[in-house]
């Protein structure tokens, strides 16, 4: 079997899913944003902070190699900026089922808007930040995935009932 990594934009529900998934399926969870922050010892806004932008998105370009390497299948929440970074797309075309689910706007404005983890919806208003990335990230989500599930109108057990399904 080989990995099954979920990919979207922030909010959209890759930890909840991935982690439901991981146990219906028996398959080990892995979350690149917390392996990076507990390799790190550090927070993913510290790491921002600190570091900036293009060193948290080399962390996570070597996370995805290590993960691209281990033969071992996983079910892998992958942080939203990563499979729009141009460098991880050889990688994502050969690690296995790649999952996007699809979210809109209205849906990922509701569900971050109490959020205070994710450095790239801190400054200005949320609802302008959402459209911006979105349209900047939709084509790559498309271009990653080898799925895509629109997830507007389902909730948690629909969204890994379909996963299921595009798997057998
Ligand atoms: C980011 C998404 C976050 C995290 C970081 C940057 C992004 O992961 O990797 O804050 O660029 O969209 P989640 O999608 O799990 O929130």
Redesign the pocket.
């Known amino acids: 079997m080989p990995h099954i990594v979920l990919i979207g934009?922030?909010?959209c529900g890759?930890?909840t899913v991935g982690k439901q998934l991981s146990k219906q399926l028996s398959l080990p969870f892995v979350d690149?944003?917390e392996w990076i922050e507990k390799e790190q010892g550090i927070d993913?806004n510290t790491i921002f902070a600190q570091y900036g932008e293009p060193y948290f998105r080399e962390l996570e370009t070597q996370v995805l190699k290590r993960l691209c390497e281990n033969g071992k299948p996983h079910v892998i929440?992958a942080?939203?900026?990563?499979p729009v970074q141009q460098q991880n797309l050889p990688y994502l075309k050969k690690i296995g089922e790649v999952i996007y689910l699809k979210a809109n706007a209205d849906s990922l404005e509701v569900r971050l808007a109490q959020d205070t983890k994710?450095?790239?919806l801190k400054e200005g208003r949320l609802r302008e930040r959402i459209d911006t990335?979105l349209h900047e990230r939709e084509t790559g989500y498309e271009e990653a995935a080898t799925h895509i599930i629109d997830t507007n109108s389902m909730d948690v057990g629909k969204i890994l009932e379909k996963i299921v399904e595009i798997l057998e």
């Open positions: 934009f922030m909010g890759k930890t690149t944003d993913i929440s942080g939203g900026g990563l994710r450095p790239l990335l």
